[in-house]
């Protein structure tokens, strides 16, 4: 504060109340954080890159705060530019706030095409996995806590979550047979690769 952040060079004091605001987010100061990123967004406006950063720290804020609707307006301007893909930061910070706004079906398609190229993300995994439970998709969502599990090379865990998958569409009336059909493969290829980590020790 004061004299000795006046007398930094511009991209050092960004650096400090980027940090700022992180610090005070951990502690749970929303005021103190809030007032940081406003004199970082005064310091970057100027600078696109480093303003892009500076409204996905702001969307951050935003949820830790439980105002996804906030997050939404920060995030909602980012848009990829001709045959690029969302950033992975960028796609993640949407997911947690359109989950919380309503969009939750949105959030699970993109997050789908993103897996497709990625399957071992176990953060999109479990971003997906929220996103079905918000939509009442309970299978897809105990499965994709699978597969957060499978991604972290923990089979044991994901063994325990695909049965519990397949004991709810045993037990559902309305069962995905599709979905159904997914986890008993998946369960298979699970227990195969549990065969072999036990092995490998």
């Known amino acids: 504060q004061g004299a000795t952040a006046a007398a930094m060079p511009p991209a050092q004091q960004a650096g400090v109340y980027y940090a700022a605001v992180l610090g005070a987010m951990g502690l749970r100061e929303f005021e ?4 940081w990123l406003e004199r970082l967004q005064a310091l970057v406006r100027g600078d696109a890159r480093a303003a892009y950063q500076t409204r996905m720290l702001g969307a951050e804020l935003a949820l830790a705060m439980a105002n996804p609707r906030r997050a939404s307006e920060l995030l909602a301007a980012e848009t990829p530019e001709a045959g690029q893909t969302v950033t992975r930061p960028l796609l993640f910070l949407r997911a947690r706030a ?9 959030v699970a398609e993109q997050l789908q095409v993103w897996l497709a190229s990625r399957p071992r ?8 996995s929220a996103a079905y439970a918000a939509q009442g998709q ?17 089979y044991a ?20 047979h ?3 059909s997914i986890i008993d493969t998946r369960s298979r290829e699970i227990e195969s690769l549990l065969r072999e980590q036990a092995l490998e020790r």
Do not use: C, K
Request: glycine fraction near 4%; proline fraction near 2%.
């Open 32 to 35: 103190q954080a809030q007032r």
């Open 98 to 106: 359109w989950t919380q706004t309503g969009q939750a079906r949105e």
């Open 121 to 128: 993300d176990a953060q999109a995994w479990q971003l997906l």
């Open 138 to 154: 309970t299978l897809r969502a105990v499965r994709s806590e699978a597969e957060v599990h499978a991604a972290r090379l923990d």
């Open 157 to 176: 865990a994901a063994r325990d979550r695909l049965r519990a998958a397949q004991e709810l569409a045993r037990q559902g009336p309305n069962v995905d």
């Open 178 to 180: 599709i979905e159904a």
